[in-house]
């Protein structure tokens, strides 16, 4: 396959789990809010900035955190390079360079979603966003439906799902991260405490599969636990992970099998410490230096995947098969 078309398979995956995300962590915080104290508002609100790590950003364009400001900004604000509209613009660009790999559902459903983002009442969405909410995340999970049903599960989706889970896995690490400290604060048990775990594991799409799931009280440390080490929870960093393995393995490597140790090697490092991690050597005072080095990790394998398998200059016999290459974000 021609780095090229790997990459774009990738990124497409990518932008359309950050989409999803981002929306998701809208809906979820716009229905906290609805009830809460005007002097939370803010306070809320910017936490669902500092999630994507654009808060300067923001500062700089909006200044407070106000509800229609966070929405539009995270929506649609050209300068903000993961707003919804963004990404879904980008993966759509992704998905028609690689037209001959994806299905034709896949090209229609991308261009539906695109349209609908594209062509909204802005103005209508911002006094009432709950349905648009809905309608986006509908619309990019549906996309990973389509493409799980009606593409070949070759080399070609393989990139897609370790675009996918690297890019959940990220997110997943930076809700925690950044709610955590709330969260932690209030103790466990209190009516806050709960509104606080609920919030976070509907950030994650987590709070019925965590209710159902035997022996497990609604505790920070037992929701931190399933969020980071679940095997089965579909968006548990350690689930994502070994499915970044899973679809690194599935992959012909025979073009580069050196250079395809460096991304299997870190992934397998990490996961083999997430399986044996005690969860109770984190928590406190611990969590946010092991939540921050956990995204540094993250992100190093994201630059072993782009060096190994999208470096699209010529390489000389001479030079060695590990450059950098030109990253899309």
Known sequence: MLSRVAESLYWLARYIERAEDVTRL?????????????????????????ITGDESLFAEVFGQAQTRAVIEFLLWHSLNPNAVMTCITRARENARSVREQISSEMWEHINRLYFLIREV????????????FQKVRDGSQAFQGVAAATMTHGEAYQFLQLGQYLERADKTVRILDVQYTGVSAVPDGSAEAALLLIALLRSCSAFEPFRRTPGLALTTASVAEYLLLNHTFPRAVLFCVNRCVAALDAMDQSAAPLAAEFPRRALGRLSAELEYLDIRDVLGNRVDEFLNRLLVRLNAVGDDIARTYFNTRVILPSERPSQQQQQQQ
């Open 26 to 50: 809208l809906a979820v915080n716009f229905n906290a809010l609805l009830d809460a104290p005007l002097a939370d508002n803010g306070r809320g609100w910017r936490s669902s900035v500092a």
């Open 121 to 132: 009442n802005r103005e209508r969405v911002l006094d009432s966003p709950t349905e648009f």
